[in-house]
């Protein structure tokens, strides 16, 4: 994966890392933001329907190995699990199409996205940096919260702590547009379902867990029998917006069903994986191709800026 060549878009990027540096610290060999993870292992299956949607390989293939990230928020790489700013919780998927060849899914437990472009969200991270426990009202991240409608949606969306990783469901950023063997096309965005019923946690049973309550029950669940989660997509309307994250499309437009992740052990060397793989937002396969959507380049580049900077640690 190379790094764009717009000069303009890597300096964002690399201000964005040095914008999650100034919130959370740096933390050699960690990334700047959902910093504590695990690693899983298991195989994709589609559904039948999956190749009316694309002809994307996995789409097609019996079967597809993949590993999965689960994480929490925050750059901080000891987070308790039962800290409330480790939510939103997070997601990757890769897909392994062969030797060196890979597509990814990213998605988070909060449906929704505080920004449309990257120079609005640095200034939100500057703002949330400049806001210090005690400062006097309003405080940076208070006016630009109320400034921003969005931001504010966003702060303001319920993010309950789960049960599990495998009881939360997660939910694509960006759209993306797939295509089909006939040449028919659609937008769509993720949705990642768990098989297990959805179950948080109030705030009275947050606190009777441990640090590492995700960590520790997912390694039991795993142990137990593997974990499953349906990979979904929302598909848009003819007129609704596909360039901008911060606008959800009604309830009432089609889920499609893609396929079923299987998840049936842990990775064996966990740090040394989670330290080299980088993940990628843009699809980067025929079948599935970006949108116009600002935020996919930038998201892309930064993970590969702040990939590379993990790998030197």
């Given amino acids: ?26 933390h050699p060999g960690f990334r700047p933001a ?25 789409f097609v293939s019996p079967s597809t190995p993949v590993t999965v990230r689960f994480s929490s928020s925050s750059g901080l790489p000891l987070i308790p699990d039962n800290d409330p700013n480790a939510n939103p919780r997070g997601i990757a998927i890769r897909f ?22 990257g120079a609005e969200f640095l200034e939100f991270l500057k703002a949330i940096a400049s806001s210090a426990p005690g400062a006097p009202s ?66 009275e049973q947050v606190k009777t867990r441990d640090a590492n309550y995700l960590l520790d029950e997912i390694r039991a669940r795993i142990a137990a029998q593997p974990v499953k989660f349906d990979v979904r ?26 396929g079923t992740v299987t998840l049936d052990a842990m990775v064996s060397d966990d740090a040394a994986g989670q330290k080299t793989i980088i993940f990628d937002p843009i699809p980067r396969l025929e079948g599935i191709a ?15 800026i702040s990939g590379r900077r993990r790998r030197a640690a």
């Fill in 1 to 26: 994966m190379p790094l764009p060549s717009d000069e303009k878009l890597i300096a964002l990027s690399e201000a964005l890392i040095a914008g999650f540096d100034a919130i959370f610290g740096v």
């Fill in 96 to 117: 392994h199409l062969g030797d060196r060849q890979h597509t990814d899914i990213i998605a988070h437990s909060a449906d929704g996205f505080p920004t449309r472009t």
């Fill in 34 to 58: 959902h910093a504590k993870g695990v690693l899983l292992s298991g195989r994709f299956t589609p559904a039948p329907g999956a190749a009316k949607l694309s002809k994307a390989q996995h």
């Fill in 233 to 258: 997509v929302q598909l848009a309307d003819a007129g609704d917006v596909v360039d901008d994250a911060t606008i959800h499309w009604p309830e009432t437009r089609e889920v499609l069903t893609l």
């Fill in 138 to 203: 309003p405080t940076p991240v208070e006016a630009f919260v109320g400034s921003h409608p969005a931001a504010l949606a966003f702060v303001q969306l319920p993010k309950p702590a789960p049960e599990s990783f495998a009881t939360e469901a997660y939910f694509g950023v960006t759209a993306l547009h797939f295509a089909n063997a006939q040449g028919d096309t659609r937008f769509g965005r993720y949705r990642i379902v768990p098989e297990a019923p959805l179950a948080h946690l109030s705030d």
């Fill in 290 to 304: 970006p949108s116009d959507d600002p935020l996919l380049e930038l998201r892309a580049a930064i993970y590969l």
